[in-house]
T-cell receptor, first 114, second 114 residues
């Protein structure tokens, strides 16, 4: 399975600032996704990171708040913009190979906004 | 509206006994179901899956049962071991390729005591 490196692993940020999270995969993958897990909640899909085009966002998530880049088949970034305490969550990168294999996840970024 | 529900936030079991984790879903379009295990500070790792054309899938100590008419699945761990202590997420998707997205439950924290 793909090895997924996500950084930073954790950060504490001030309200109003932005944080960019990086996801690096050790092999080319077809699909990359960004999930969020708020405290006590399930993992919620933010968007699908599309290589060479704009990300596809799920209902309730917008590009201005969560801009995503995917310049190639092994790398993606998620930015959490203009942060508020409600953005405190674990953000997870996941990848799918397009074959009959399950999604694999990075270790996540634990974000605390003060 | 939660499409995948894990109604038990936690479960405690003694080592050697059976652990049974339950999951219900509401979306009849779901066709493929997965269980993930998550340790603290790590991303979810894939455990076992089942297609809607089956009612049982077994992998070592782990067995997943699917009752499609009841929209219910369960994960059995026999025998349970202390190392199984983790949060278990039930997830569903519309097909088994990497292209379709996962919908997760909120998770059940399993504690296996020696």
């Amino acid at each position: 399975s793909a090895v997924i490196s996500q950084k930073p692993s954790r950060d504490i940020c001030q309200r109003g600032t932005s944080l960019t999270i990086q996801c690096q995969v050790d092999s080319q993958v077809t699909m990359m996704f960004w999930y969020r897990q708020q405290p006590g909640q399930s993992l919620t899909l933010i968007a699908t990171a599309n290589q060479g085009s704009e990300a596809t966002y799920e209902s309730g998530f917008v590009i201005d708040k969560f801009p995503i880049s995917r310049p190639n088949l092994t790398f993606s970034t998620l930015t959490v913009s203009n942060m508020s305490p409600e953005d405190s969550s674990i953000y997870l990168c996941s990848v799918g190979t397009g074959s009959n294999s399950p999604l694999h996840f990075g270790n996540g970024t634990r974000l605390t906004v003060t | 509206d939660q499409q995948v529900k894990q109604n038990s936030p936690s479960l405690s079991v003694q080592e050697g006994r059976i652990s049974i984790l339950n999951c219900d879903y509401t979306n009849s379009m779901f066709d493929y179901f997965l269980w993930y295990k998550k340790y603290p500070a790590e991303g979810p790792t894939f455990l076992i899956s089942i297609s809607s054309i089956k009612d049982k899938n077994e992998d070592g100590r782990f067995t997943v049962f699917l009752n499609k008419s009841a929209k219910h699945l369960s994960l059995h761990i026999v025998p349970s071991q202390p190392g199984d202590s983790a949060v278990y997420f039930c997830a569903a998707k519309r097909d088994r390729t990497g292209y379709s997205t996962l919908t997760f439950g909120k998770g059940t924290m399993l504690l296996v005591s020696p």
